[in-house]
């Protein structure tokens, strides 16, 4: 759990949140937590997937992926998920959604390039959402 300086809440109000977001953290790995676990709907049929700072990605196909934000009812935070196409062919990405950053490996064809087959391309997370 991160400080927010623009964080309207008091001391007090955090305090109680913070012992659940911990709470919530030490009990995640429990028999219980694996019983009752919940199923993410994505639509991942593609070459990759990443999970990083509570954004969960899953190409579809070779040329577009989908995002999820995971929901934190501790932190106020709704699921949200968007989907992106690109104009091309995506071997691997990754993302670090604290930067708002997307970045992919695109696959070239070999005969259309005498350089290695592959590029990288940076694109925002959210520039299509």
Request: a negative charge; proline letters at 8%.
């Amino acid at each position: 759990m991160e400080d927010n300086p623009s964080d309207k809440l008091t001391k007090a109000q955090k305090l109680p949140l913070i012992r659940e977001y911990r709470a919530a953290w030490d009990n995640v790995h429990t028999e219980e937590t694996a019983r009752r676990g919940k199923a993410i709907p994505m639509r991942i049929d593609g070459p990759a997937w990443e999970l990083g700072g509570g954004v969960l990605a899953g190409s579809i196909g070779a040329r577009e992926v989908e995002f999820r934000q995971l929901p934190s009812r501790i932190r106020g935070i709704s699921e949200h998920t968007w989907t992106t196409a690109f104009g091309f062919n995506m071997a691997d990405f990754t993302i670090d959604p604290g930067q708002d950053l997307f970045a992919a490996v695109e696959r070239v064809p070999p005969d259309q390039s005498v350089l290695p087959s592959f590029c990288c391309c940076p694109h925002l997370m959210r520039s299509a959402s």
